[in-house]
């Protein structure tokens, strides 16, 4: 077993999970979600974590042009993050399957933090080929 650990980002999706809750529940569900998140920070595996408002802008290429505006096409919008450190991806999926708030409706998204973007390993890839060639 190799003693490296990854960075991991969690994104939770969905911004009304919780709307169709008691007061009750809702204030017992986000106490064990609070004590979740101070074990992670208390086992050094929670890096940052932050809510995120649900206003907001997308921006993306559509008909030629670049254009900005609120998430119209998404029905399940990000409504926070966790960034922690695991052995595995398998690790970082377990520790977010425990997250209080996942029966209830919240969905999360996995995804292993890489040193750099597809395009930049790609470039790299094809000037390196290139140098090869030459």
Do not use: H
Not at 12 to 38: K, P
Not at 47 to 57: F, N, R, S, T, V
Not at 90 to 116: C, F, K, T, W
Not at 124 to 129: E, S, T, V
């Amino acid at each position: 077993m190799s003693n490296t650990k990854s960075q991991y980002l969690l994104l939770f999706r969905g911004t009304d999970w919780y709307r169709q809750l008691s007061v009750n529940e809702l204030q017992e569900i986000m106490g064990r979600a609070n004590a979740w998140f101070a074990e992670l920070a208390e086992k050094g595996i929670y890096k940052a974590a932050q809510p995120l408002d649900e206003k907001g802008a997308t921006i993306a290429f559509k008909n030629g042009a670049v254009s900005d505006g609120p998430f119209t096409e998404s029905k399940e919008s990000v409504g926070g993050y966790l960034l922690l450190e695991a052995e595995s991806l398998e690790e970082a999926v377990a520790i977010g399957r425990q997250n209080p708030m996942v029966p209830y409706g919240l969905v999360i998204e996995v995804r292993p933090v890489s040193d750099d973007c597809g395009a930049t390993k790609l470039a790299r890839q094809q000037a390196n080929a290139a140098v090869a060639l030459a």
